[in-house]
């Protein structure tokens, strides 16, 4: 099992990512560091920023090139600017019309994948001085503890995979970490990190669970294994 986060693909809309630092042929390296590591019978977890598409209809040539031109299974979480993500009964709706049968949809549930429970939620920012972030912090905190009960249900071993990162530079979110530690988590996998910011991505044990980085420009664009 892998998880690679942030892809950041726009074949259905304007959004080049050359312009940033490091992101020339981004979709190019994707698919070469992607299929020279995944076999087809692998998973693989895509935690958040999938697509720049506004809409759920606006994903599908985003969609056709993940399930199409990538081996494997694929997992989505969502990202900050996964705009387009529906409810999930929408979102499965949408890839059986399409025909995307290698795709599916974490949202408040698990999958049982090789042993593992497969786990998670967007999470959110590392401040609640705001009753705004108060409020989303709490939401996503109750996501991962849904998303967890369901794993410990189909009795995998439980590994968590978050869009933001719990801990970053000296910040913790204890709303999230909280809940890891309830359930007993010992490896979490998380993105949205990029450029300079990596500096401040903590890779490592922290209060018992092991974290780790997994956006694209910060693991050259390469699937990382998820740890047995």
């Given at each position: 099992m892998f998880v690679l986060g942030d892809l950041h693909l726009s074949f259905g809309s304007d959004k080049p990512m050359d312009i940033f630092r490091g992101w020339d042929n981004h979709v190019e390296k994707i698919t070469s560091g992607w299929n020279d590591m995944v076999e087809d019978n692998d998973t693989v977890v895509v935690n958040g920023d999938i697509s720049w598409a506004m809409s759920l209809e606006k994903t599908e040539k985003d969609f056709e090139y993940i399930n199409n031109r990538l081996n494997g299974y694929k997992i989505f979480i969502k990202g900050n600017h996964?705009?387009?993500?529906?409810?999930?009964?929408?979102?499965?709706?949408f890839l059986l019309n399409k025909g995307f049968d290698r795709i599916r949809i974490l949202s408040n549930n698990s999958f049982l994948i090789d042993g593992v429970s497969?786990?998670?939620?967007?999470?959110?920012?590392?401040?609640?001085?705001?009753?705004?972030?108060?409020?989303?912090?709490?939401?996503?905190?109750?996501?991962?503890?849904?998303?967890?009960?369901?794993?410990?249900?189909l009795g995998g071993r439980l590994v968590a995979f978050t869009h933001y990162p719990p801990v970053f530079g000296g910040?913790?979110?204890?709303?999230?970490?909280?809940?890891?530690?309830?359930?007993?988590?010992?490896?979490?996998?998380?993105?949205?990190?990029?450029?300079?910011?990596?500096?401040?991505?903590?890779?490592?044990?922290?209060?018992?669970?092991?974290?780790?980085?997994?956006?694209?420009?910060?693991?050259?664009?390469?699937?990382?294994?998820?740890?047995?």
């Open positions: 996964d705009y387009w993500w529906s409810t999930k009964a929408k979102m499965d709706g497969v786990c998670g939620t967007r999470g959110w920012i590392n401040d609640d001085s705001v009753e705004f972030d108060v409020k989303l912090l709490n939401r996503e905190a109750g996501r991962l503890e849904m998303s967890l009960k369901e794993g410990a249900r910040e913790k979110n204890y709303y999230i970490i909280d809940v890891l530690k309830k359930f007993g988590v010992k490896d979490c996998y998380y993105g949205h990190v990029h450029g300079p910011a990596v500096k401040k991505a903590f890779t490592g044990e922290y209060d018992g669970i092991r974290f780790h980085i997994a956006s694209c420009d910060c693991v050259e664009f390469k699937p990382v294994r998820v740890e047995p």
